[in-house]
């Protein structure tokens, strides 16, 4: 029996194999802090000044390629999620924490400016400087993609912004009442109803609730490790890790990993991991099996401190069950920033600030393998879309 192809069949059939498969679009954005320095420990101003500025890298290439740069304000100073990158790539938001005294150009201080970068425009382009709050540290934008939020670390505020295309609009703050509290990241449930805060200065991770354009600070504050900082949301919303700082921001102590069960009612922590000092970088893997750190190490201190180590380190942990267990590590540069995975969590980028690069590991779920790097002066945050 022979089994002819109708003709509507093999017209579809043959227009199929004449359109080229256009490979999905992944990039990372990368804020560099062209201003900070360290000697011997010690923060400064770089000298001489570079302008901050803000990297697109091609994820699909091997090894990546930085494919875009555009000048724009960075900070070191703040967790290392002060980039969010819209769900369908099409532009970025940077915040910009600290600024050069225009008084006296050898010391920083706090600035409030939000930029969001047009992806598509080649080059991308800075398409607009809005104004958060001081101090203005990590973004995010939520699932929806018409919401931003952005924790102002000098205020003890969060900002939000309506978001309609690529147009960002202020619509007002949520102040938590304590100005030294220190808001540092923002993460938002997968069904963009809850929004976790954290907050170094006053140890603490607030809850608030979006319902629509409305948003309040639920007074619920959940009690996480020692200065919590960095913070990402799993995918399937059940449980929130939270990267602790510890006791004086890395006096040679291990610091922790808290889990927040974002299920529970109220949410609360229910497990802290032990990770090493000073864990600054965070990131999970968009399938959710897989957390990267970036801890210090001490390798940003006096090379004559006790505590000082001549690296940091990249660890990989697993998340199953709202349970961390270790799977694997690699010694990585100094004074290492962000950190981020591709989409199949097959590499993961790592920003260091004194060897100005952006380290590439190659991980095949069991472990690390350096494969290669991308120079920047000073990278210090780092996103791909959630």
């Known amino acids: ?31 560099n802090d062209g201003k900070s320095a360290l000697n011997d420990g010690k923060s400064q101003v770089r000298d001489p000044l570079v302008q901050d500025s803000v990297f697109v890298i091609d994820l699909n290439q091997s090894p990546p390629k930085v494919i875009g740069e555009v000048a724009a304000p960075a900070s070191a100073v703040g967790p290392p999620t002060s980039v969010a990158v819209a769900k369908d790539e099409s532009f970025a938001l940077v915040t910009g924490a600290m600024k050069v005294d225009p008084a006296d150009p050898k010391k920083i201080v706090a600035d409030n400016r939000l930029s969001v970068i047009d992806l598509k425009a080649k080059p991308p382009v800075v398409s607009a400087t809005l104004e958060a709050g001081p101090g203005a540290a990590g973004v995010s934008i939520n699932p929806a993609g018409n919401l931003a939020l952005v924790a102002n670390r000098s205020e003890g505020t969060v900002s939000i912004f309506k ?22 990241a923002v993460a938002f449930t997968p069904d963009g109803k809850l929004a976790f805060v954290t907050r170094d200065g006053d140890n603490k991770v607030s ?19 020692l200065r919590p900082y960095g913070i990402n949301m799993s995918p399937k919303g059940d449980v929130a890790v939270v990267a602790d700082l510890g006791l004086n921001n ?71 069950d709202k349970k961390l267990s270790f799977v694997t590590q690699t010694n990585v540069g100094h004074w290492c920033q962000g950190v981020t995975f591709n989409k199949n969590a097959k590499k993961v980028l790592v920003q260091c600030m004194i060897e100005n690069e952006i380290m590439v590991f190659d991980f095949d779920g069991k472990k690390l393998k350096k494969s290669a790097s991308l120079k920047a002066n000073g990278p210090a945050g780092i996103r791909i879309a959630d």
């Open 1 to 31: 029996m022979v089994y002819r192809v109708p003709q509507t069949c093999a017209l579809v059939l043959a227009l199929a194999l004449l359109t080229p498969v256009v490979a999905t679009a992944q990039i990372a954005v990368s804020a």
């Open 163 to 184: 978001i309609s295309g690529k147009t960002l609009t202020p619509a007002g703050k949520i102040d938590f009442g304590a100005p030294k509290s220190g808001p540092c």
């Open 207 to 225: 809850v608030l609730k979006i319902d629509g354009d409305k948003i309040e600070y639920t007074k619920r504050d959940i009690a996480a490790g």
């Open 250 to 320: 890395g006096n040679g102590d291990d610091d922790t990993v808290s889990i927040i069960d974002v299920k529970a009612n109220p949410p609360r922590t229910i497990d802290a991991v032990t990770v090493g000092p000073t864990p600054e970088g965070m990131t999970l893997s968009r399938d959710g099996q897989y957390l990267a750190l970036a801890v210090m190490n001490g390798s940003n201190k006096s090379k004559s401190a006790p505590i000082y180590n001549d690296h940091g380190i990249l660890r990989i942990y697993r998340l199953k």
